[in-house]
């Protein structure tokens, strides 16, 4: 019968992809310091959706990955120093069609990040591009980086 | 001596610039009419998906933007390639591949030919 020919879908490389995604975890998980939060359960306990953190100087960027959502599916809201991003993410199969492999993940989400400065709400803009969230936070004044000017003495 | 593992090693030529990837994670779907893959490529943009299909072997290959050079506070991805190969089963309508990349998600149409489509054999009466 043909039909189980199909199951054999991409056989000779699936193994080593999945090795090579676990590796790849690993070492992510290793450079985020997670490894050591205890995370051993690996896809079920991981945050979703993975994210970044960068200080530019005069603002705090985001940069999450969200595959598969655009501009509406994604909320966000901000305080002084906490961003919270919800929403949700679905990976179901289409109607009609028979799973052959699932690795993608449907999820319901809301992480919060905690800032390490008070950041200004109104200057805080959003935008997703390909699957990629980037949240632009002003800094609050008093937290903007100052230069200080040395005096000579006399 | 030619053994079967060094003409293997022959076809696949090495890479002249070896850059870290990543497999990204994929789901392959099957209906009567099609095989459907989905692939998660966060940060490709169309310009930068490769689908390259060679004999049975399909690959998937994508560049994401740069990743930012500002010092990082907090890390858990990189901005990686991906790239990722299938073996495309017997069956498949070549030239009706189609594919869609949208936030970041690939959706990959591989049609079966037409001899593989199930059909209704209607039965007469004698």
């Known amino acids: ?154 | 001596m030619s053994t079967e593992m060094t003409r293997r090693e022959d076809q696949r030529p090495e890479r002249v610039a070896e850059r870290p990837s990543l497999a990204p994670r994929v789901d392959v779907f099957e209906n009567k009419d099609e095989l459907l893959l989905i692939a998660d490529l966060p940060g490709v943009s169309e310009a930068n998906l490769t689908i390259h299909l060679d004999n049975e072997e399909l690959t998937i290959e994508g560049r994401p933007d740069e990743d930012r050079t500002e010092s990082s506070l907090q890390r858990e991805f990189r901005m990686l390639d991906y790239r990722r190969r299938f073996v495309v089963p017997a069956g498949i309508d070549r030239n009706k591949i189609n594919a869609e990349l949208t936030n970041g998600v690939l959706r990959l149409h591989l049609p079966k030919s037409d001899a593989l489509k199930p059909r209704r054999i209607d039965v007469k009466a004698g």
């Not at chain 1, 970044?52 to 990955?65: H, P, Q, W, Y």
């Open chain 1, 1 to 154: 019968m043909w039909l189980t020919g199909w199951g054999d879908f991409d056989h000779d490389f699936a193994v080593f992809d999945e090795l090579r995604r676990r590796m790849d975890r690993l070492f992510q998980d290793f450079d985020s310091g997670r490894w050591l939060a205890g995370d051993r359960a690996g896809l079920a306990t991981q945050a979703w959706p993975r994210a970044n953190l960068f200080d530019t100087g005069s603002d705090i960027v985001l940069v999450a990955e969200v595959p598969g959502l655009g501009q509406k599916d994604v909320q966000i809201s901000a305080t002084q120093d906490a961003l919270t991003l919800s929403g949700e993410r679905k990976a179901e199969a289409p109607e009609g069609y028979s799973v052959h492999r699932k690795e993608r993940a449907g999820v319901q989400f809301s992480r919060s990040f905690a800032l390490p400065c008070k950041i200004n709400v109104e200057k805080t803009t959003a935008t997703v591009r390909n699957g990629i969230l980037t949240v632009t936070m002003g800094k609050s004044p008093d937290a903007q980086p100052r230069r200080i000017t040395v005096k000579a003495q006399a």
